[in-house]
Nanobody, 123 residues
């Protein structure tokens, strides 16, 4: 059974930082692109960041503006999202996505999803 489990969410003040982790189990994702998406209540899920299989290529949504960093540790079958300079508008449920195919900014290109972790910003 393939599972992606996110952790690291929580309540943080604006301007603060959080590191999210996504631990995969059930199969290795070392040859797959991985991504992070987020969803605000009442809105659709949006792309945040993605990384190719070996970490050599990374992609970010425009709103990230250099504040977030995606990385991966294939030995641990884990992908991370380091978020700095957080803003109130970053409040959302953050989802990990695995086995990305072609267009990594599109959620339908991913075969596996985690349950999400809540990130809440206080101003």
């Amino acid at each position: 059974q393939v599972q992606l489990v996110e952790s690291g969410g929580g309540l943080v003040q604006a301007g603060g930082s959080l590191s999210l982790s996504c631990a995969a189990s059930g199969r290795t994702f070392s040859r797959d692109a991985m991504g992070w998406f987020r969803q605000v209540a009442g809105k659709g899920r949006e792309f945040v960041a993605a990384v190719n299989w070996n970490g050599g290529r990374k992609y970010y949504a425009d709103f990230v503006g250099g504040r977030f960093t995606i990385c991966r540790d294939n030995a641990k079958n884990t992908v991370y999202l380091r978020m700095n300079s957080l803003k109130p508008e970053d409040t959302a449920v953050y989802y990990c996505a695995g086995e990305g195919r072609r267009s990594l900014i599109r959620q339908h290109e991913y075969a596996h999803w985690g349950q999400g972790t809540q990130v809440t910003l206080s101003s």
